[in-house]
């Protein structure tokens, strides 16, 4: 079992930054594929970006690829995601997601094993 508790969402004007964090308690945070999903209001739950287990593979769906970053740190069993440059249509709920047994980053949701609750991201225009 791993247990994720993101933080970090809130509102922010268009072009501002957040960084959401994501703790992870349980299984062994440092052999896990971690991932960021977002999901609007009325929309399906959508890819965001991944980190392999080892943290060298990164991936990003188009839409933030020079915007966010991904990162994790093993010794605080935590991963990031750094948004620069927001857009209103970055509004969503963000869930951070941990894929276990060496995960190497999938953009598939179904990858997944256990996800963390939610943060609301909102981005004013």
């Known amino acids: 079992q791993v247990q994720l508790v993101e933080s970090g969402g809130g509102l922010v004007q268009a072009g501002g930054s957040l960084r959401l964090s994501c703790a992870a308690s349980?299984?062994?945070?440092?052999?896990?594929?971690m991932g960021w999903f977002r999901q609007a209001p009325g929309k399906e739950r959508e890819f965001v970006a991944a980190i392999s287990w080892t943290g060298r593979m990164t991936s990003y769906v188009d839409s933030v690829k020079g915007r966010f970053t991904i990162s994790r740190d093993n010794a605080k069993n935590t991963v990031y995601l750094q948004m620069n440059s927001l857009k209103p249509e970055d509004t969503a709920v963000y869930y951070c997601?941990?894929?276990?047994?060496?995960?190497?980053?999938?953009?598939?949701?179904?990858?997944?094993?256990?996800w963390g609750q939610g943060t609301q991201v909102t981005v004013s225009s």
């Open positions: 997601a941990a894929d276990p047994d060496y995960g190497l980053g999938s953009k598939t949701l179904l990858q997944y094993d256990y």
């Open positions: 349980g299984r062994t945070f440092s052999t896990c594929g």
